[in-house]
């Protein structure tokens, strides 16, 4: 791809109500030409406001240091991985330091966030399943038998150990939450799943306060992982993606970035039957129409996003 190309596919990922004309991001106008720099890098200039612009103004690929087509290669090379992809792994594709691979990927993450917020699953006759995973706050072991913890009790934590919440429609979207135990996800919960739901969980007794909103259909994992109609093998598919991609990619996925990482997999495990060529359309699509990023603009140098 040419950077000619690269310019016209991102001018309609950012504008496909205009066929890729450009739009002012200040004031909407319609009304705009190209004015570019002296080394060839495409502004645009609105005659109705009178200010500059870029195809990624005020998007997360704002003040973009790379060209246009870097960015589309890694939105596919990060959409084409079942599990997800390294910062390591990407910047080794793509030719880039670790650092910029990094807060690409959240970049992504963030972007596939957006199809999340707000999102309220299930309905009249329909079913959702809840269920939780540990991540994080390993205690490393020590060397001799003799000097070595139990772990399962609170003393011997270390306490930064977290659990993901995912509730997910059977046949339908889910949504993934971070908490620090398990009985902290009561109201989320009542607030993501609509009324009528027949709601699917385990035996865990963080959920026995569903009942009083909800249908509910428990399943003992003591004793079968589908019983009566009941399981939660769809959550559990969805936690078996994350926790692979936690050993086998990322190696450790936990603390501040837990949350991204499970709306990550949450996005994946949603859109799995969608083709590649798709996701990254969606992605891309997402990414330009959704504004700077809170997290991770100027993220190296410990800037804050307006």
């Known amino acids: 791809m040419t950077d000619g190309e690269a310019e016209t596919a991102f001018k309609g990922l950012r504008w496909p109500n205009t066929n890729g004309a450009a739009v002012c991001p200040y004031c909407g106008s319609v009304d705009a030409y190209e004015a570019r720099r002296p080394n060839g890098s495409l502004r645009f200039r609105c005659r109705g406001c009178k200010k500059d612009f870029?195809?990624?103004?005020?998007?997360?690929?704002?003040?973009?240091?790379?060209?246009?087509?870097?960015?589309?290669?890694?939105?596919?090379?990060?959409?084409?991985?079942?599990k997800g992809k390294s910062a390591l792994a990407l910047s080794r594709d793509l030719g880039v330091s670790y650092k910029c691979a990094f807060v690409l990927e959240h970049k992504f993450r963030e972007a596939m966030a957006e199809e999340m917020k707000g999102r309220v699953v299930g309905g009249e006759g329909k079913i959702a399943e809840?269920?939780?995973?540990?991540?994080?706050?390993?205690?490393?072991?020590?060397?001799?038998?003799?000097?070595?913890?139990?772990?399962?009790y609170t003393r011997?934590?270390?306490?930064?150990?977290?659990?993901?919440?995912?509730?997910?429609?059977?046949?339908?979207?889910?949504?993934?939450?971070?908490?620090?135990?398990?009985?902290?996800?009561?109201?989320?919960?009542?607030?993501?799943?609509?009324?009528?739901?027949?709601?699917?969980?385990?035996?865990?007794?963080?959920?026995?306060?569903l009942h009083e909103r909800f249908e509910m259909k428990r399943i003992n994992h003591q004793q079968a992982y589908s019983l009566d109609g009941a399981c939660t093998n769809w959550a559990e598919e969805y936690f078996s993606r994350l926790r692979r991609g936690e050993i086998g990619i990322h190696h450790h996925i936990a603390g501040a970035y837990l949350l991204r990482y499970?709306?990550?997999?949450?996005?994946?495990?949603?859109?799995?039957?969608?083709?590649?060529?798709?996701?990254?359309?969606?992605v891309a699509g997402l990414a330009l129409k959704r504004g700077k990023s809170v997290d991770f603009t100027g993220y190296w140098q410990r800037h804050v996003a307006d």
């Open 156 to 209: 011997n934590q270390s306490g930064k150990r977290k659990v993901v919440v995912i509730i997910r429609e059977r046949g339908g979207n889910s949504v993934p939450a971070v908490f620090s135990s398990e009985s902290r996800a009561a109201s989320f919960i009542k607030a993501r799943i609509a009324k009528g739901t027949t709601v699917h969980a385990d035996e865990a007794s963080s959920w026995d306060g």
């Open 262 to 282: 499970a709306q990550e997999s949450s996005w994946r495990e949603d859109n799995r039957r969608v083709s590649n060529g798709d996701q990254v359309q969606r």
């Open 130 to 152: 809840v269920d939780g995973g540990y991540f994080g706050g390993y205690v490393k072991p020590a060397n001799l038998k003799a000097d070595r913890l139990d772990r399962r």
């Open 54 to 82: 870029t195809i990624t103004s005020g998007t997360l690929f704002a003040s973009h240091k790379l060209p246009l087509k870097t960015y589309l290669a890694a939105i596919a090379v990060f959409c084409n991985e079942v």
